[in-house]
């Protein structure tokens, strides 16, 4: 029976459900670059470059195996631009009798793929996790809060056990992966990939088509193959994972990447598998060459993070994205997209993800997702930005880290209680204080750093939504001491610095 394969731009790896019982004498790969794909948001320039020479050479990769490749440019003067014109297009040039493909890693896509003709959509068998399973799971227990989906996946999957208990006797050193980095302390350089050709005609395309889209195209240095992609890995196991855990949360000035792996773009586009990280974080730890506190952290942020939220977004879906517990309204501010901004940890975080469509962790929870929070962006902006902006954005990884962990727009389904902080963090964690206007030890007046009042006028604003929460009542019977004066003083001056930010204005064709 001959049939065709369709193989999207996240789904670039022979391991994929799609190509399993392949028959290369008869079936046919159809991959597709359409611009609808890097238009619904305005990705990255450096993202779409990624994605389309990893598709590139993943496609002569496939045809070095004798398979017949069926690989629409973007370029073609026939192509229709969206995937369901490029299927149908396909089935009527190779007249196949089924069409398999992988589901994929979006609702949107998701529901394109319901139309399309002959349509054998197979489960995405890359995590560790099936949805189904995640369901099950998630309703057995009470609670389907991350720590106990985590502990189980180690359990089923017996990573980091030891006679029956967590290795190391504890489940989680979250407490020891807290330190500020030591202003003496200067970490690796890191392992990035020089353009081949393919990768030099993609990046001419993107600048000719997509120029006017977020961020630098270059330096280029993302890996395009699967070779590439364990290089990286070997790199970040070797020279990094010893003190990922130590500095995990830290954040530094000038250094865009610390101890932090920089693999989920190839994770979530198939060039790495979670198992094979995790197995080789695993035997480096069993090797004597990185500590527990490192690996157990590392180890959680992919069996545990990665996995709970992608399950959370296909339970959820298409509800999830709708809700908006904390009535968040306003409109997302300019500086997201131009960076220009006094407040010197933000034009820090969003000067990296410009320039590398990548920030580590914390400075998107803790400083562009903070503030998002504290100034109550309207939650279908913010999402927007976050899925453009980063090589490592898809809808089921970046809408629950953003919808629910960062805005509490979930109402707690994510997590118990919002990630608000005020600059006493940003403080701690960080250099960026001291190159900046505002003084993180000032609360009210022209020095304040806007951290500060937006805190407490979050609290103020949200006191009906989040007072009764027991995770919050420290800070609300803090609050509950204030007095009137100072209380009418926070929300002046938050309302005053917020209205003074410029509004983004969207092109009116949004075509980008
Ligand atoms: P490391 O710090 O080295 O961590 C190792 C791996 O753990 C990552 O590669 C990633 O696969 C996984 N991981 C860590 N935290 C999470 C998490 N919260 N959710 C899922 N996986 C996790 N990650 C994405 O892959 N795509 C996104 O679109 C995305 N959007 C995010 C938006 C916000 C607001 C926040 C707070 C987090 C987001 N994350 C997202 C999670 C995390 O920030 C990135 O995975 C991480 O920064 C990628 O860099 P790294 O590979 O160096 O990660
Ligand atoms: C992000 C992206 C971009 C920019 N371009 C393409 C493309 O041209 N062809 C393709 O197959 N996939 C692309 N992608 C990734 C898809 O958006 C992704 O596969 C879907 O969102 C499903 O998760
Ligand atoms: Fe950010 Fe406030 Fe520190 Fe400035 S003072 S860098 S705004 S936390």
Known sequence: MKTLRVILGDQVTRDISALTDLDPARDVVLMVEVAAEARYVPHHKQKIAFLLSAMRHFAEALRAEGICVDYVKLDDPDNTHSFTGEVTRAVARHAPQAVVVTEPGEWRVWQMMQDWPLADIRPDDRFFCSRSDFDALVKARKTGRMEFFYREMRRRHDILMRDDGPEGGQWNFDPENRKPLPRDLRPPPRRRFAPDAITRDVLTLVADRFGHHFGDLEPFGWGVTRDDAVLALDHFITDCLPTFGDYQDAMKAGEDFLYHSLISPYLNCGLLTAREVCARAEAAHHAGHAPINAVEGFIRQI????????????????????????????????????????????????????????????????????????????????????????????????????????????????????????GAYIDRMSDYCKGCRFDPKVKLGPRACPFNYLYWNFLIENEAALSRNPRMSLPYRNLERMPDMQRHEITRSAATFLDSLPAWSRPESASW
């Open 303 to 422: 069996l545990g993070w990665r996995e709970y939220v992608r399950g959370i977004y296909w339970a959820e879906m298409p509800g999830y994205a709708q809700t908006n517990h904390l009535n968040a309204t306003r409109d997302l501010p300019a500086l997201y997209w131009t960076g220009q901004t006094a407040m010197n940890c933000m034009a820090e975080c969003i000067g990296t993800t410009r320039r590398q469509a990548y920030a580590h962790h914390i400075q998107r929870l803790m400083v562009t997702g903070n503030f998002a929070l504290l100034a109550g962006i309207a939650p279908a902006q913010i999402e927007e930005w976050y899925l453009a902006v980063y090589a490592d954005a898809y809808d089921w990884v970046e809408l629950p880290n953003v919808h629910g962990m960062v805005m509490h727009a979930d109402g707690g389904r994510m997590g118990s209680k919002p990630y608000a902080a005020s």
